[in-house]
């Protein structure tokens, strides 16, 4: 039986900051403290993705025209189409689930860390204890059991949604419509995009301003998309100076 793909939504227009759901991704899958330091960046207090941060809840304060507007948006890992993640694993700790989604098995990691400069948006990172890599899993283990991940539970506003990612993108769609009737020209989606470079995010955004505002590259690709033919280059190159090797070293002999 084939399970149909999920994904997240997330509308960072109903998102109040709570942080909701970073406490409830560390407490179910018991992810370590990630720093409680100062960071000068309004209440953001993680700064980014990483190891031992699976959701990121970010504040970004701006100045129109002397009106304060706040935007707040909890980032997690995009589960791309194409992972460039997963690509590059050379042990197979990285795979793809039933569910679409992209999971490390922490028993099959070594620790090369050649997923880390793959991942175009900077998701998956190495936890200094173990050297192994470590990212959100989308709670796989309570997709298995048919509930909801840890922290589209936790969201009191629903700003993160979970479901078939066919119907999250519907969802997306009529969210933006109904912005923009309201007024809200900036709003806009990012990932709901199959064609696009990484073939499509399995976390679809609604953001209120360009993707660069909230730290997310504006045309992310996956950076194993050139490789065949880049190795297919490599190898008409090798064969061209194989032959004229041949040719110079037959013609001299004559």
């Not at 406490?23 to 370590?32: G, M, R, S, T």
């Not at 998309?225 to 032959?243: E, I, K, Q």
Request: aromatic share 8%; proline share 5%.
């Amino acid at each position: 039986m084939t399970t149909e793909r999920v994904g997240f939504f997330t509308d960072t227009s109903v998102c109040i900051g709570c942080k909701a759901c970073e406490v409830a991704c560390k407490e179910w899958n018991d992810v370590p403290e990630d720093g409680l330091d100062f960071t000068g960046h309004s209440y953001d207090n993680t700064g980014a993705l990483g190891a031992d941060t699976w959701r990121h809840v970010a504040f970004i304060e701006q100045d129109r025209d002397g009106a304060m507007r706040w935007l707040m948006s909890s980032d997690v890992c995009k589960h791309c189409t194409s992972a460039a993640c997963l690509e590059v694993c050379p042990t197979g700790a990285l795979f793809r689930t039933e569910f679409g989604t992209v999971v490390v098995q922490q028993d099959v990691c070594n620790g090369c860390g050649y997923c880390v400069p793959a991942c175009p948006y900077g998701v998956i990172d190495r936890r200094e204890d173990d050297g192994r890599a470590h990212k959100c899993t989308l709670c796989y283990d309570r997709l298995k059991d048919e509930m909801t991940p840890a922290c589209a539970k936790a969201c009191p506003t629903e700003s993160i949604q979970f479901g078939p990612l066919d119907e999250m993108r519907e969802r997306a769609f009529e969210r933006l419509e109904v912005l923009h009737v309201a007024g809200e020209s900036s709003a806009q989606l990012y990932g709901e995009d199959p064609g696009d470079g990484v073939g499509g995010q399995g976390s679809i955004f609604l953001l209120l301003d360009e993707p660069e505002v909230y730290g997310l590259p504006p045309d992310p690709v996956s950076t194993t998309r050139d490789l065949g033919s880049m190795w297919r280059a490599a190898a008409g190159a090798g064969a061209a100076l194989l032959a004229g090797v041949a040719l110079a070293s037959f013609g001299g002999r004559r």
